[in-house]
């Protein structure tokens, strides 16, 4: 059974977040506890990520805010690793930002696995026009969400039934070849 793994961002996704419920409803989902969150270090955050990933090879990644740059950084750096896709919810943008702004954004290349990115059109945490830029650039499916917000419990997404089914086309959808010539 392939195995989801939900990644929060910066302060984590305390009930009732829709990683929160995500996690209460869904068996094979498992909540990343990342070391302070309120204090995020980006080598022991791709340290405890890639764990996870090593203990649940073939997982779907799963991420909110700064957990979908995390999974975009760790998927960007080790191809090799075993993930089946990747689910990047409202990415927060870290340049210049004061918490987060030593988490650098991955470069701009295709990442080696399917993926979708679920963007707002009023995010306060990145420009929708640099989301559609990174979509772009990774190869990622861009969902436009509208203008709803950051997509956190501010606003308003406790229970996120759409995040289910967008894991679960990304699941449908065939892999791509990885470097080497394996699949991802």
Do not use: C
């Amino acid at each position: 059974m392939i195995k989801t793994l939900l990644v929060p961002g910066l302060d984590g996704s305390p009930a009732p977040h829709w990683q929160d419920w995500w996690a209460a409803t869904d068996p094979t989902a498992l909540m990343v506890d990342l070391p302070d969150p309120a204090h995020p270090v980006p080598e022991a955050w791709e340290a405890e990520l890639a764990g996870m990933v090593l203990q649940h090879p073939g997982a779907v990644l799963v991420g909110h805010s700064l957990g979908a740059v995390l999974i975009a950084r760790l998927i960007a750096k080790w191809p090799q690793i075993e993930v089946s896709a990747a689910l990047l919810v409202a990415p927060a943008d870290t340049r210049g930002a004061r918490r987060i702004g030593h988490f650098d954004t991955p470069d701009r290349h295709p990442l080696p696995v399917p993926t979708t990115l679920v963007a707002s059109r009023n995010d306060p945490w990145m420009r929708y026009e640099r989301t559609a830029e990174l979509a772009a650039a990774w190869g990622a499916n861009l969902v436009d969400l509208g203008a709803v917000g950051h997509i956190n419990l501010a606003a308003g997404f406790g229970p996120w039934p759409l995040g289910k089914a967008l894991r679960d086309q990304l699941l449908a959808r065939k892999p791509r070849q990885k470097r080497g010539g394996k699949t991802a």
